[in-house]
Every structure is written in structure tokens, then in C-alpha cells.
């Protein structure tokens, strides 16, 4: 298995603007989690899913952000309009549940300027 | 909520040094917990884990974590540690919930360097 596939790597915008983030769980994964890494908070559960539906998103910081999970194999988590303490690098996740634990991807790193 | 205390913020030992990182945690209820490596630049891995049985718990590298209830704790431990240890380690917690998953909630991170 590939494991959990996130992209981009890197990206660079300027404040204002519409970014999505992309997200590619283990396939069999019924649990697929957003966080959110900075210096100052370290790391942050924003929201998670199962089986496509949006279980806890009280780590959502506000209204500019949401995410969604169309099908079992992909989720979007999207800030509009971004703003610089936007900036940070983005974790999904996904686990089977139980026992199994979880697998994170590999991370966006978002820069806003 | 449950909340998790990662005491030692920066950690700098010599190679061959035995390692011991303190991790704390406040849940009344039934809990898992984890420990994750995250190497410069790259992404968490699952150094080990911990559900039920034996509370002490053996992962890769070398590394072994010893859950005690009663102290609310899950110290990870190393006996010898290597130069290529250098990483943040992260503690973490997740809500017990049957067959499902819930979010882990982390500690904000031991910064660890290992000195040749």
C-alpha cells in the first residue's frame, strides 16, 4: 500500500486567496483525521471523519475553513480566504479503526504571505 | 478533555546515553496511547502503542514505553540511543472507544538531539 497520500508537498500563496488541500486515506480505512502542525499550538486535530461523515470538527478554527470527504478515497480541507497565521504544515490520517492505530501522510507545508 | 504533558521540551544527550521521556496525561476514562517519532523534515511515524495487557510495551528502534494508570503516565524509554535518534518525539492520546477511532490528542513534542 502506498499509504496516506497527501498533496501538494509545498505550496505558497498570498493572503487571500483559496487553498485546497488533498488527501488520499489507506484504502480500507474507514477513519481519516485533519491536523494541523505549528510551532506555537504543535499539533491540532481539526476535524475527522468516518465512512465519509464528518464526526468532530470543533478543531475547525473558524468559518474559513471546512473540509470534505466525497468518497472513501479522498478528502479536501480548504481555507478561504487564507491569511498568514494560516501558515503551517497539514497531517491527514487514517486508521481501520480498533485496535490498528493510525497512519499519517507525509504533510503540506502551506506558506500564506 | 483529555490533555497530555510532554515535561522535557529539549532533551540533548551523548551517544550511548540511556533515554527516559516523561509524558503525562489526564482522562478519567479508558485510554490508548502512543508514541510517535517525527524525523527533520519528514512525517510521524508510530514508534509504538499501547491498548491493553501489558502495560509495558515494546516498539521499533529499540524504543519501550511502560504505561502506569495509577500515575497517569507513559514514559518512553531507550537504553542506549544513537546519533540517528535525533527527532521530536510526540506523546499521544486517544478516547477508548470500542472498535472505532477517535482524534489523538498530543503533547507538544520533546525536542531530542543525540551529540556524536
Known amino acids: 500500500d502506498a499509504g496516506v497520500i497527501q498533496s501538494p508537498r509545498h505550496e505558497v500563496t498570498e493572503m487571500g486567496q483559496e487553498v485546497t488541500l488533498r488527501c488520499k486515506p489507506i484504502?480500507?480505512?474507514?477513519?481519516l483525521f485533519w491536523y494541523r502542525q505549528t510551532m506555537m499550538r504543535g499539533l491540532e486535530l481539526l476535524i475527522y471523519?468516518?465512512?465519509?461523515?464528518?464526526?468532530?470538527d470543533s478543531g475547525m478554527p473558524e468559518d474559513r475553513f471546512s473540509a470534505k470527504m466525497p468518497n472513501a478515497s479522498f478528502s479536501t480541507l480548504k481555507i478561504q480566504p487564507s491569511e498568514p497565521r494560516d501558515s503551517a504544515v497539514y497531517f491527514c490520517?487514517?486508521?481501520?479503526?480498533?485496535?490498528?492505530?493510525?497512519?499519517f501522510g507525509s504533510g503540506t507545508r502551506l506558506t500564506v504571505v | 478533555a483529555q490533555s497530555v504533558s510532554q515535561h522535557n521540551h529539549h532533551v540533548i544527550l551523548s551517544e550511548a546515553a540511556s533515554l527516559e521521556l516523561g509524558c503525562n496525561y489526564s482522562y478519567g476514562g479508558t485510554v490508548n496511547l502512543f508514541w510517535y517519532v517525527q524525523y527533520p523534515g519528514q512525517h510521524l511515524q508510530l514508534l509504538l502503542k499501547y491498548f491493553s495487557g501489558d502495560p509495558l510495551v515494546k516498539g521499533i528502534k529499540g524504543f519501550e514505553a511502560e504505561f502506569i494508570k495509577s500515575k497517569f503516565s507513559f514514559n518512553l524509554r531507550k537504553p542506549s540511543v544513537q546519533w540517528s535518534d535525533t527527532a521530536e518525539y510526540f506523546c499521544?492520546?486517544?478516547?477508548?472507544?470500542?472498535?472505532?477511532?477517535?482524534?489523538?490528542?498530543f503533547g507538544k513534542g520533546t525536542h531530542l538531539i543525540i551529540q556524536p
Open positions: 499521544a492520546v486517544a478516547v477508548y472507544s470500542g472498535g472505532g477511532a477517535d482524534g489523538l490528542t
Open positions: 484504502s480500507g480505512h474507514d477513519y
Open positions: 471523519f468516518n465512512n465519509n461523515v464528518p464526526i468532530d
Open positions: 490520517a487514517s486508521s481501520p479503526g480498533g485496535l490498528a492505530g493510525y497512519t
